[in-house]
């Protein structure tokens, strides 16, 4: 068995104890009796293979306006929106990583300077008073069933009941594990879901007056704690084992 991806596979071949190809190596894969499509792998392979995160589903979650828009026709609730309306409001590039490409706005005159700069700018997104934000790893079981991990993302030197804007607080928080919440894997499933994704690490915030926002969809969420290896290796190891069992081969 091998992953083959144009994405960043390494560690999800090693935690699925399998080989691994970047960009579909023809040497390798033609030895293979099942292979893994992981993201962006565009080259047509002609042996059995079955397909997690599709390259369409990952460019929804990495996309910011066809984010905003599946988010918006599965009714997901996210900070985004068309245009800069109220003040102070993030505007985006159209792809940004780790925060790199948000730029924080504070009037109508900081709007105008980057208009005038010709700065690119994809989408806006409010700006809201987070009371707590949370990181739900999530990843099918089969069609029906999901498995969830949940991280509640906590600044450091800072008291739990401190007003929080996102991004004010980058390199000073912790990922602390928690019990699973039910309405919060609720939303990690419909933002899933809505992007067409098999497993992903969803950024997830409930504002001061209690309402739940997805921020961010990864695809390719960070897997360094033991915690979060562990969930992955047995939840994707189970789907895939659902996909071949069931014919959901390509």
Not at 81 to 96: Q, R
Not at 130 to 137: S, T, Y
Request: charged share 25%; with cysteine; hydrophobic share 40%.
């Amino acid at each position: 068995m091998v992953l083959t991806s144009n994405e960043s596979g390494e560690k999800l071949a090693s935690l699925l104890d399998c080989n691994y190809t970047y960009g579909n190596s023809d040497s390798l894969l033609k030895n293979e009796d099942i292979i893994i499509r992981f993201g962006n792998s565009t080259k047509k392979i002609n042996t059995i293979h079955v397909e997690i995160n599709n390259a369409f589903a990952i460019e929804v979650a990495k996309n910011r306006r066809l984010f905003y828009y599946y988010m918006k026709k599965n009714r997901v609730r996210t900070p985004y929106c068309l245009n800069a309306d109220n003040f102070p409001i993030y505007a985006y590039k159209n792809y940004s990583e780790g925060g790199n490409g948000i730029i924080l706005l504070m009037s109508r005159h900081d709007l105008k300077i980057i208009k005038e700069r010709k700065v690119k700018i994809s989408i806006f997104s409010r700006c809201i008073p987070i009371a707590r934000e949370f990181r739900v790893h999530i990843s099918k079981l089969s069609n029906k069933e999901f498995n969830y991990l949940t991280y509640e993302k906590i600044p450091r030197d800072i008291k739990h009941d401190t007003f929080i804007i996102r991004n004010s607080a980058i390199n000073r928080y912790e990922f602390r594990k928690i019990d699973n919440i039910p309405e919060i894997s609720q939303m990690a499933k419909k933002a899933l879901l809505a992007c067409g994704l098999d497993f992903a690490g969803i950024d997830i915030a409930i504002d001061d007056d209690n309402i739940i926002w997805v921020l961010d969809v990864n695809t390719a969420p960070g897997i360094v704690k033991l915690d979060t290896q562990n969930f992955y290796k047995e939840s994707l190891k189970t789907y895939i084992d659902f996909l071949l069992k069931n014919d959901y081969l390509m």
